[in-house]
């Protein structure tokens, strides 16, 4: 039987037994301090992957993916896209949340790169398993992960690459990006999301 990581990813025979691992997976020390891994969620047949950076706080106690602030821009922006997000499954690059202590908030700390190269197995295997015909990195942590250090986001949002592992990736900012925009000039920066996602439908 499997079991390794990278085994356990290659050899899962459903979603259900590649959360399995990924719940119980200690490849890097993220989850020392976080409350549970947050696996994907979504059908098992998407035809289209939506890949973040990390859980966030909200993300981390419930154990479900973009539920926090982010996910509610993400789902609007989704919704006015015209792309319903029970047909995607949406996961992240990481699967334990980053964070520093500030005050007492557990503030967002992006993931290092071999805490990224710890989870890409967990990654992969989703897209074995779900063999989606779209990928979408939402921001540049996804990025890294599936095309690179050298595939800028701002350079190349809205633009599709191949993959070596089939789908087709499109690149966009993380929904959390939104939030940081000044107030007078988000809206513009939401359509623009909207924008990108929207060529889902491209495909």
């Known amino acids: 039987m499997a079991d390794s990581k990278s085994e356990i990813a ?12 990924i719940v119980r997976c200690r490849g890097c020390r993220l989850w020392e301090r976080a409350t549970q891994a947050v696996c994907g969620e979504g059908g098992a047949r998407a035809t289209v992957m939506l890949v973040g950076e990390q859980p966030g706080d909200q993300e981390d106690l419930t154990g479900k993916p973009f539920v926090g602030p982010a996910g509610k821009v993400l789902d609007e ?6 792309v319903d997000r029970k047909d995607v499954y949406v996961t992240n690059a990481v ?7 500030r005050g007492k908030r557990r503030m967002h700390k992006t993931p290092a790169q071999q805490e990224v190269a710890a ?15 779209l990928i979408v990195c939402l921001g540049g942590t996804a990025v890294r992960a599936l095309l690179g250090p050298k595939v800028k986001v701002l350079a190349n949002r809205g633009k599709f690459f ?20 000044p107030p007078e000039d988000r809206a513009q920066a939401f359509e623009s999301l909207v924008k990108d996602l929207a060529r889902i439908r491209d495909l």
């Open 119 to 133: 989870c890409l197995d967990w990654l992969l295997g989703e897209i074995r398993l779900i063999t989606p015909r």
């Open 95 to 101: 699967k334990h949340f980053s964070w520093e202590p």
């Open 162 to 181: 191949d993959s070596e592992w089939g789908p087709k990736i499109l690149v966009t900012v993380h929904p959390s990006s939104i939030l940081r925009v």
């Open 77 to 82: 922006a989704l919704e006015k896209a015209g």
């Open 10 to 21: 290659a050899d899962a025979r459903s979603l259900k037994e590649l959360d399995a691992g």
